[in-house]
């Protein structure tokens, strides 16, 4: 699935009504602590079965005959998300539905920092293949050159003419003198926020619905600041923050993570005393006793997820609602996929539970 493969008119008004109320019934399907419980006590085979008696049905059932175990359930996650997001692009119109197009680029940017992982790390292009999820625009042929690419040089020559060309370029010198891939995700993520924040009215608005999207891209950014901020600090690598800031946050700039220098307290006080901070007082709790890096961006991620539904819940009819699912939705399958894997690794059950996202 691709959004540019979706036929939709979108000349026409918007319907956020429609894809709201849709949204809450998928919204109210996801699975729920209490699931995730069950899930740790299983093995892969436990968790499929499972997923088979939830609205994971036809995916497993599709794909039982040709696949088990973990791969069984890597497959049906990725089939399923890409379902879903389809079904936004079928369902929205006008505005709306450029907006999500245009956002579900995230999965363009995380198939490219997939592929470069992979490559990192020595993976086959079998094991990058299952790994990406295909609900963003670089067609077959693009992600096929990426996962077969045998370095990270001949990835970046793959994404010749996409948005990601230029800034990976750019980022590759970095990359080789500093031997870590911070330059290089770091360009990715700011390829995909700059284009969409361009793709947005440049005045920042003050009430309606574009406001509110405004605000969600804006909290989005501010938290992947903070998240790259203590990664970069905990790497060791000597990158100016000028090279990792995305710019369009309201928090953060580089002279500021200059002075943090990748404090954990300090960012915390920081989003504490920012317009986050009255929603977020339990998840900055959080942040604040997290003892590893895992540890904080799972915390940054179940803050932002908090405060895309407190966004949703102050103007129902704007894109916030579908935006505070979309991130819903990535949390829960990245929880199964963590569950999986951590238990063909053979992780124990508080092991696994450390891995998760949850609310």
């Known amino acids: 699935m691709t959004p540019t493969s979706t036929t939709r008119d979108t ?8 894809v709201n109320a849709r949204v809450r019934s998928r919204r109210a399907a996801l699975f729920d602590d209490e699931d995730y419980r069950k899930l740790v006590r299983m093995g892969p085979g436990g968790i499929a079965r499972f997923m088979e008696e939830s609205e994971y049905e036809t995916e497993i059932n599709a794909l039982a005959s040709r696949h088990d175990g973990v791969d069984l ?73 990426i996962v077969e690419a ?60 574009l406001a509110l999207y405004q605000e969600f891209l804006v909290a989005e950014i501010d938290f992947l600041n903070a998240r790259n901020a203590l990664r970069v600090a905990r790497s060791g690598a000597d990158i100016d923050p000028d090279d990792y800031v995305i710019e369009g946050g309201d928090l953060f700039s580089a002279d500021e993570l200059r002075t943090i220098g990748g404090d954990p307290d300090q960012l915390v006080e920081i989003l504490r005393d920012s317009e986050y901070g009255d929603e977020l007082s339990g998840a900055l709790d959080q942040l604040r006793e997290a003892d590893s890096l895992i540890e904080f961006e799972h915390a940054l991620d179940a803050a932002l997820q908090e405060y895309t539904d407190h966004l949703s819940n102050v103007y129902p009819v704007s894109i916030t609602a579908v935006m505070s699912y979309v991130l819903a939705k990535r949390l829960e399958v990245e929880n199964i996929r963590a569950i999986a894997r951590g238990k063909e690794v053979g992780l124990d059950q508080q092991q696994i539970e450390e891995e998760l996202v949850i609310q």
């Open 11 to 18: 000349g026409g008004s918007s319907n956020p009504e429609f």
């Open 73 to 145: 359930i890597e497959y049906a996650l990725n089939r399923n998300l890409a379902k879903h997001f389809d079904d936004l692009l079928r369902w929205s119109e006008g505005e709306l539905h450029e907006q999500i197009v245009r956002y579900l680029r995230f999965y363009d940017a995380w198939n490219v920092k997939t592929a470069i992982r992979g490559v990192y790390s020595g993976s086959s292009p079998e094991e990058i293949r299952d790994d990406l999820i295909q609900a963003g625009e670089l067609d077959e042929t693009v992600l096929d050159r």
């Open 150 to 209: 045998d370095s990270i040089e001949a990835i970046v020559e793959a994404l010749e003419g996409t948005l990601f060309e230029e800034p990976l370029v750019a980022a590759y010198d970095q990359f080789e003198n500093e031997e870590v891939l911070i330059p290089l995700e770091n360009a990715v993520d700011r390829a995909f926020y700059s284009e969409l924040l361009a793709e947005v009215d440049d005045t920042r608005q003050q009430e309606g619905p």
